[in-house]
């Protein structure tokens, strides 16, 4: 009996592609994208948190989640150990406010009020005055100087708006009489001017009327 060698099969090459790619699988996918609504839902209340019996405190209701009040935390902790100043009540007395003004900067005594602008530009007797009051307020040097710049100022402009009233009625004045004297009314201010001259003096014409061009 002859022996009978069977034939290898010849695979094509397209079976030999179905079976490479049979044998690749896909890679399995680490992670996943997690959704918005996941998230929302994995998100823990912070009120849950806070035990029963801090649930109604008042500083605790702003807070609405972990890391603003591990930031508000952290920032009371340094404010501990730097000097505090306690606000008085309605039942401090005038005493308790000036330990309260002492502590913000507010001067001893009224004497220790110190001014940068120059001496001449404020009366003595008045600054000395204004100095206890500003003291009984308790006002701080920076406030007082700022009170007495101010109220400078407002007179200025007081006394400005006053000349530049004054003159306009001068003015007014010279034209109406210009006009009612007209040539004559040079030699009627002259005769104005002696009689004025005569009745209250020399020096008292020439510090008010003359001054002002009359």
Do not use: C
């Not at 019996?53 to 730097?82: I, R, T, W």
């Not at 003595?124 to 400078?152: C, D, M, R, T, V």
């Not at 306009?168 to 210009?178: F, G, N």
Request: glycine content about 4%.
């Amino acid at each position: 009996m002859e022996n009978q060698t069977t034939a290898p099969v010849a695979t094509g090459q397209s079976d030999v592609q179905q079976n490479v790619a049979s044998s690749v699988q896909a890679p399995t996918t680490l992670a996943q994208p997690v959704s918005t609504q996941a998230k929302q839902e994995n998100k823990i209340d912070f009120k849950t948190l806070i035990p029963e019996s801090y649930k109604e405190e008042k500083s605790l209701q702003n807070f609405n989640d972990m890391e603003s009040f591990v930031k508000s935390y952290l920032h009371a902790q340094k404010l501990v150990g730097m000097d505090k100043i306690p606000v008085p009540n309605k039942y401090a007395t005038d005493e308790d406010w000036q330990a309260v003004f002492k502590k913000l900067g507010a001067p001893e005594t009224p004497d220790q009020y110190k001014y940068s602008f120059k001496d001449e530009e404020v009366d003595p007797s008045q600054l000395k005055e204004f100095n206890q009051a500003a003291h009984k307020l308790g006002l701080l040097p920076k406030q007082a100087e700022g009170l007495i710049k101010f109220y400078n100022e407002l007179n200025q402009n007081s006394v400005q708006q006053q000349e530049a009233q004054a003159a306009t009625v001068r003015q007014e004045a010279e034209l109406s009489l210009k006009k009612e004297f007209g040539p004559e009314f040079n030699k009627r201010l002259d005769q104005a001017k002696r009689l004025a001259s005569s009745t209250l003096g020399a020096d008292f014409l020439n510090n008010t009327i003359l001054q002002d061009g009359w």
